[in-house]
């Protein structure tokens, strides 16, 4: 049972308008929550996270919003560039973030940003 | 569908001891496996591409001798940890790409001790 869902494997954004990647996850126990970034030939490298006390995260261009009563969180970037296209992972934790404890993906959603 | 298997899910062994990763592609044929190390603060580490038949191409940094990678089948990658140290201690996660569907799947990790 995949207990990490990214339901949209890829998603094409203009270049300048707002990229909406999302997530969701039926575990209760997870209380951290990742986004990865993966270009072809690398590893995937993080992101943003968020924590389950929080419902928002911003950094820079990335916004991460967790929805604990819907299980749900969504990556926003706006504005979108050319750069910005890779695989997005969401990942999850059931360990507070604390590293002590490893992490459960969902499969990746492809993001393509149209010129 | 496209499910990897991952096992041990944790494992602890003394130092000098070899432990041994498996990750299985259940209902697809994984012809590439990507093998990650987690590190502090969440990142994840590309260490090596194992290739069906073939041998394994590991990124610079990676002792080959001492993280022996095997892709015997379709179905079945192995980690071998040889002569582990404490500081193999980590969290090894196994990746393959989802030929066909697209994205990627990711087994459900190891945690490793050395003790």
């Known amino acids: 049972d995949q207990q990490v869902k990214q339901n949209s494997p890829s998603l094409s954004v203009q270049e300048g308008r707002i990229s909406i990647l999302n997530c969701d996850y039926t575990n209760s126990m997870f209380d951290y929550f990742l986004w990865y970034k993966k270009y072809p030939a690398e590893g995937p490298t993080f992101l943003i996270s968020i924590s389950s006390i929080k419902d928002k995260n911003e950094d820079g261009r990335f916004t991460v919003f967790l929805n604990k009563s819907a299980k749900h969180l969504s990556l926003h970037i706006v504005p979108s560039q050319p750069g910005d296209s890779a695989v997005y992972f969401c990942a999850a934790s059931a360990a507070s973030g604390g590293g002590a404890d490893g992490l459960t993906f969902g499969k990746g959603t492809h993001l393509i940003i149209q010129p | 569908g496209a499910v990897v298997s991952q096992h041990p899910s944790r494992v602890i062994c003394k130092s000098g001891t070899s432990v041994k990763i498996e990750c299985r592609s259940l209902d697809f044929q994984a012809t590439t496996m990507f093998w990650y190390r987690q590190f502090p603060k969440k990142s994840l580490m590309l260490m090596a591409t194992?290739?069906?038949?073939?041998?394994?191409?590991?990124e610079q940094g990676v002792e080959k001798d001492k993280f022996l990678i095997n892709h015997a089948s379709l179905t079945l990658s192995t980690l071998t940890v040889t002569s582990a140290h404490p500081e193999d201690s980590s969290f090894y996660i196994c990746?393959?790409?989802?030929?066909?569907?697209?994205?990627?799947?990711f087994g459900s990790g190891t945690r490793l001790t050395v003790v």
């Open positions: 194992s290739n069906e038949g073939s041998k394994a191409t590991y």
């Open positions: 990746s393959a790409p989802r030929t066909g569907v697209g994205g990627y799947t």
